[in-house]
């Protein structure tokens, strides 16, 4: 759900949308998708074939860039106005609004990302060497964290990331751009 309008995935693939236009409520006309997202005012669309559609207010990532190999697709919740997308090589591509992530992070190829979480205003991600790296706005939890190993799964909330040890430690990553042991 954006805004204002929802979008589900049909079991043929296509795609159902109703609400406020101006929220992605407008038929897409696409077929062969496997997983809607959405933020503020707009969705992107996984396809079965790895590439990525995207409909709504152009302010909010009404356009995704030319992508192939697409394994996965996050928006950001509710107030969010950017999208990113996980490919299989491991490197990561956003588009939308930049202050809310839609800025390049500089996640290429060989990255090793293996999860990406989204909460209203930012975006982190996890790599395989237990390493976290986030981008979007610095008041929502954009700020490096400075998490250079020993994380093994991050989740988040609407404005919060929780990072997590492999035994029972945590770390909050706060709106402030600092960082917690709980």
């Not at 929220?23 to 997202?37: H, L, M």
């Not at 559609?53 to 990532?61: E, I, L, S």
């Not at 996965?72 to 950017?82: P, T, V, Y």
Request: no cysteine.
């Amino acid at each position: 759900a954006s805004n204002g309008a929802f979008a589900a995935v049909k079991a043929d693939g296509s795609v159902a949308v109703w609400g406020y236009n101006g929220s992605g409520g407008t038929d897409p006309g696409i077929t062969g998708v496997t997983k809607i997202v959405g933020n503020k005012k707009a969705f992107a669309a996984l396809k079965s074939d790895g590439s990525v559609v995207a409909w709504g207010d152009a302010a909010y990532g009404n356009t995704a860039p030319t992508l192939t190999d697409v394994i996965d697709i996050f928006g950001n919740k509710r107030l969010g106005s950017a999208f990113a997308a996980l490919k299989s090589d491991g490197s990561v591509a956003v588009w939308g609004n930049t202050v809310n992530g839609g800025a390049d992070p500089g996640i290429g190829a060989g990255s090793g990302v293996t999860k990406i979480v989204a909460n209203a205003y930012a975006f982190a991600a996890l790599k395989n060497d237990g390493s976290v790296q986030v981008w979007g706005n610095a008041n929502g939890g954009g700020t490096d964290p400075s998490l250079a190993s020993g994380v093994a799964d991050i989740y988040a909330t609407d404005s919060w990331f929780l990072a997590v040890g492999p035994s029972t430690t945590a770390e909050v990553l706060d709106s402030s751009g600092g960082s917690k042991a709980i």
